[in-house]
């Protein structure tokens, strides 16, 4: 089975093409403001590549949040639309899943994406995955809940001053698809991002209608 993989929601953009349990190419770049203008044609480089087309492909892993809204919207609606004209399919991943699978050789390992104004998006997993749900939390909240006799790698591409001890992440897109390989694939108009929190528009709307 060969497999595409998307990730545009981060810092990074990540595109790769797997066969069966063996990674044929990666693509691992820094993501800058010009996302919508290279995002296809890194997808088209991966290919010539990989001396592989598109039609070739069987299924398509996406990550679809959390992160940059913008990112994540370019990668699943790229996705969508490979998966819908291609017919082929199409599973979601977490972009904290994914850089949870950094080595560490902690009890667990907490990814987590700078959310702004002393906030996070986080989740916690040990070595077979998430043993707390990815949220929107708040630094102090965050640090607060860990128990005092686990130790814990925290890993992320940010930086923030209430973070002291974090980690770059060195993700492995195999393991992340091996661990989902079994799942059902979606109907690509199901398919939405996953931001785990609403936008500042959807917020400040929030506000303007509670406030009438």
């Excluded at 296809?40 to 087309?53: G, Q």
Aim: charged letters at 25%; zero cysteines.
């Amino acid at each position: 089975m060969i497999n595409l993989f998307i990730d545009t929601s981060s810092s990074r953009i990540v595109v790769a093409l797997t066969k069966n349990s063996q990674l044929i190419n990666i693509i691992n770049e820094v993501n800058g403001h010009d996302l919508s203008s290279r995002a296809l044609p890194l997808i088209d480089k991966l290919f010539k590549m990989s001396n592989t087309e598109p039609s070739a492909i069987d299924r398509i892993y996406v990550v679809n949040g959390p992160g940059s809204f913008t990112g994540i919207r370019i990668g699943v609606t790229i996705a969508k639309m490979m998966a819908w004209t291609l017919n082929k399919e199409i599973v979601t991943i977490s972009e904290l899943e994914l850089l949870a699978t950094t080595d560490f050789d902690t009890d667990y390992i907490i990814p987590w994406i700078d959310a702004r104004r002393k906030a996070v998006f986080a989740g916690v997993y040990d070595k077979n995955g998430n043993v707390v749900e990815d949220k929107y939390i708040k630094i102090q909240d965050l640090q607060e809940s860990l128990e005092n006799n686990k130790t814990y790698t925290f890993v992320s591409y940010d930086d923030v001053d209430e973070i002291k001890d974090s980690i770059k992440p060195e993700i492995d897109v195999l393991k992340v698809i091996e661990r989902h390989q079994r799942d059902k694939s979606l109907n690509p108009h199901s398919v939405n991002p996953n931001y785990l929190k609403m936008t500042e528009a959807e917020e400040n709307l929030q506000k303007r209608e509670s406030n009438v």
